[in-house]
């Protein structure tokens, strides 16, 4: 079974400052990880997702990420952030490949964005 | 782009009575999934269902719940007597069905339902 751990629940951040959202995940296979945002009162949406390749996933609203093995982390950047991404951020796992095709998600990091 | 669409957007019940949540997954997708959200908490896997059967669920998942594809567009997720903590936002999800294939999952919009 996998698991995944964001160490941050909650992140204040000034406008235009840089960010990072961490995420650890625990598995015995070989996994794909995923960022969602969930804005306020909204659904869940897909930032970015890192299925195989090149460990640096960029993914949408300047938002990046790095996959690394050897220290199963998933960390979430983005450069400068604006009043707009201020949400929920959640990192989440699967393994299809290996019969555990379901998403496991974090508990969550809330990103506010300070003016 | 293809969307996951979950009807309806809110809904309302009183306690104790049968609610069937509706989504329709993308249309070459074969697996599905039912997440929930309970208000502020993480988001909780409910249910997969691939080739017209369960193929894994979560505790909460309880006989008070069933899913169905009742046609060939429609993947439903059925509360029989709804209780209070049932309150929740509830997801749909699909993906692609060979890791191959594999590009994520899509979620719907969600519905949000209030049990009273």
């Known amino acids: 079974a996998q698991s995944v751990t964001q160490l941050d629940s909650q992140v204040p951040v000034f406008e235009e400052a840089p960010v990072e959202l961490r995420c650890n995940y625990s598995?015995?296979?070989?996994?794909?990880l995923f960022w969602y945002v969930q804005y306020p009162n909204q659904g869940l949406q897909l930032l970015l997702k890192y299925l195989s390749g090149s460990t640096l996933v960029k993914g949408i609203n300047g938002f990046e990420a790095e996959f690394n093995k050897s220290q199963t982390s998933f960390h979430l950047r983005k450069p400068s952030v604006h009043i707009s991404d201020t949400a929920e951020y959640f990192c989440?796992?699967?393994?299809?490949?290996?019969?555990?095709?379901?998403?496991?998600f974090g508990t969550g990091t809330r990103l506010t964005i300070i003016p | 782009e293809p969307e996951v669409t979950q009807t309806p957007s809110h809904q309302v019940t009183q306690m104790g009575q049968e609610v069937i949540l509706r989504c329709v997954p993308i249309?070459?997708?074969?697996?599905f999934y039912w997440y929930r959200q309970i208000l502020g908490q993480k988001v909780e896997f409910l249910v997969s269902f691939y080739n017209n059967e369960i193929s894994e669920k979560s505790e909460i998942f309880d006989d008070q719940f069933s899913v169905e594809r009742p046609d060939g567009s429609n993947f439903t997720l059925k509360i029989r007597s709804t209780k209070l903590e049932d309150s929740a936002m509830y997801f749909c999800?699909?993906?692609?069905?060979?890791?191959?294939?594999?590009?994520?999952?899509?979620f719907g919009s969600g519905t949000r339902l209030t049990v009273v």
């Open positions: 249309s070459n997708h074969l697996y």
């Open positions: 598995s015995s296979v070989s996994v794909y």
């Open positions: 989440a796992v699967s393994a299809p490949w290996f019969g555990n095709e379901k998403l496991t």
């Open positions: 999800a699909s993906r692609a069905k060979q890791p191959g294939q594999f590009r994520g999952y899509t």
